[in-house]
């Protein structure tokens, strides 16, 4: 059976300054993780000649699968990060202190709020449709670069946990989770490439 790979971008500028969304490159640790899963790919996926690396159409992905050579690489915006609208570039602390309400209702109901002509979980989660169909029709293994609120969503499908969860789902930076599907169910592998 064939894996499904899921990671991260490596660490970028905005996450550095804990800044949501944007359209940033990697920070130094984000450029040594890009190189890490170099290493990591070539060997998981030696013998596969068929597989692909997806990523979303956001520099921070497309710079981290850069390095990766001997592999078609697909782009999709359907796994470009959770839109935050007005927000987009905000600290979370800036939200709170200058759209109070916003904060708030994000907090009471983080799967359905919806930023200000931004996106909420749920949109996430629909819009992500043609990849998992896409996803489950591969035969060889795909390796995909996108985010963290994409990758929750996701994960959520493959790994069967419930909508309420999606958005509060741990999603390390710099680690790899491996998705087997096989007649038995689900199995996963995570690798921590670093810190
Ligand atoms: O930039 C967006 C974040 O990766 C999403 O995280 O949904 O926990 O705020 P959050």
């Known amino acids: ?23 940033h490159a ?10 890490k899963l170099v290493n990591f790919v070539e060997k998981r996926l030696k013998s596969e000649r068929a597989a692909s ?13 850069a390095p990766i050579s001997g592999f078609p690489k697909i782009q999709w915006r359907a796994l470009d990060e959770i839109y935050a609208g007005v927000c987009d570039g905000m600290t979370y602390e800036e939200i ?3 759209m109070p309400e916003e904060y708030e209702a994000r907090k009471k109901d983080k799967l359905r709020y919806r930023y200000p002509r931004g996106e909420s979980y749920l949109d996430v989660i629909q819009r992500l449709e043609p990849v998992i169909i896409e996803l489950e029709r591969q035969r ?18 493959f790994a069967d946990r419930p909508l309420k969860e999606i958005p509060h789902i741990e999603m390390p930076l710099h680690t790899i989770i491996e998705i087997q599907m096989g007649v038995t169910g689900v ?6 490439l670093m810190d």
């Open 1 to 23: 059976p064939r894996p499904i790979l899921l990671t991260r971008h490596g660490e970028s500028m905005d996450n550095l300054r804990g800044r949501i969304g944007g359209d």
């Open 26 to 35: 990697l920070s130094d640790a984000g450029e040594l993780y890009a190189k």
């Open 53 to 65: 690396i997806w990523t979303s159409t956001l520099e921070r992905t497309i710079l981290t699968a």
């Open 96 to 98: 709170k202190k200058n």
């Open 140 to 157: 060889a293994p795909v390796v995909v670069i996108s985010h963290q609120a994409v990758l929750r969503a996701l994960y959520a499908y």
């Open 187 to 192: 199995q996963e592998k995570r690798y921590k």
